[in-house]
């Protein structure tokens, strides 16, 4: 049973909220396994379990805090070697705003 | 017998007195690797000289009388998700080919304080999504109990390095049963500890509510000791349990009343071979003295599908930072959304684009409350089914993997891939410790292990079970090269 869950548009859209750049070839391969995985998880979209409080994680997480004190952190030479191009101690990145 | 056979106990001892050198030890090690990781692929990186180095320094503290730690000159594989400062770290993926992280995670260095010596970095599935090790960017592992089948996944190659007796001991992540299933699969014990007993600080995100890291071993006993030289709470990890430890001193195998529940759902669909060996394990525990009982937690079903929707989720956002201007690969484009888009396209496979795409679009407006908020609340059923469970009962069983090592290619289907994982994943939407190990064999020999359940922080009673299992089970499987001789 073949069910269109997302659509090859959708999926082209959903490729771009996550950055990705995808062929037309790959926008109908991934709207096909996304569609089957999709159909699987109707299983859990038909229960009706509206009163059941969500669980984010596992164990119960507080606000964890720490003295406000300096410690020594990464290297900063370190760091902005590993980065694909820096420069005056800072990352590089191609322009985000428009000339002017 | 054979350096490389001994397992970790052994190796510290026989150092620590004497009896070997840890330089000895680590190049039997190294030597064992380099005849035949050819046919197995186990490592992405050797780290042959510092092992090395590492051992010296062993065997001059020694020397001058120091005292030696519990975990002295023996060798460990590490995972390539986690970091160690100034290594190449790829975590499987093309678009971190070539980074030096600039910080170490928390449990290597735990383990190189206890005297481990790292010896390499093992092959993954990319960012440790996958079950067969098959979505390394790389190359694919091998199963060296038969190198025509997948090892597992996604920790494939740290799964394969102990089976192949290149290490004794390794480190792999368990996000839905990247630890358990390759263990499974290579005959060996693997164990996912509770979520927040082992520090994720250095290990490279990729569903932040269920990672963990956790031991694999030849024996349940070794097993046991590199999780207590890696537990225990981490400033740097806030999500680690304050006062957490683990200690594996004076652990029997002694099941003698103890209440074990087999778990009906994870007995559906399962093969006929693992069936067998299912069967055997609940004879072996009850002649141990423990009652075993079949118990049926009807959420688990619902497990696969609310974990195929959380994981992606989260995958998507951790994944959000390989965006080619921090570390990694960068493919320029013309502004920077093209060079974000440019640059995840080039550096990414496809199962991570699809597992992103999937968990973009249950985040999305119009599908966040009907997928990813439902997917919730089925983990809030599954951790209410455990927890009613263990009313009646100690610990639970089930297969590991509900088929034996599988031939490559065998699940290009993503969805039948996915299937893999249907007895694992429970436990890590629960946040609970759940180990395999190995019992029987299956389907052509092949090596079957029996995962043992346990509610959070009952580490030392799933142990227990685990060791009564080892004391039945049948004789460990050998890699492929040592069969004939």
Redesign the interface.
Known sequence: MSTEEISVEETRHVAHLARLAISDDEATMYARQLSAILTHARDIAALDIASVEPTRHAVAVKNITRADEVVPSLDRSEVLAAAPRAEANMFSVPRILGEG | MKIVDLGAADIATAVRSGALSAREVTEAHLAEISAHDASVSAFLLLLSESALQGADAIDAKRAHGEELGPLAGVPVALKDNMVLRGVETTCGSKILQG?????TATVIERLVSAGAIPIGKTNLDEFAMGSSTENSGYFPTRNPIDPARVPGGSSGGSAAAVAAHFAPLALGSDTGGSIRQPASLCGVVGMKPT??LVSRYGLIAFAS??DQIGPFARSVGDAAMLLSAIAGHD?LD??S?AESRFDSAGIHGDVRGLRVGVIAEMTEGISTGVAVVLEAAVQALKEAGASVETVSIPAT??G???Y??IAPAEA?SNL?RF????????V???????????T??AG?GTEV??R???G??AL?AGYYD??Y?????????I?NGFAEAYERFDVLISPTSPSVAFSFGDRS???SM?MSDVCTIPSN????PAMSVPFGAGEDGLPVGIQVLAP?LAERVMFKVALALEQAAIAPSLPIWRKAS
């Open positions: 980074w030096k992280p600039p910080y979520y927040g509510s269920l400033p806030s999500t349990i079903r619902f696969l599908s609310a195929y929707l998507s959000a965006d080619g201007v921090r570390f990694g690969l960068r320029e484009g013309a502004d920077i959304t093209e060079t974000y888009e440019k995840r396209a990414f684009k699809r992103i795409m999937l973009t679009y999305s009907a997928l908020g439902k997917a919730q609340q089925v983990r809030t059923l951790v289907d993503p969805l996915y939407l629960a946040g609970h959070a």
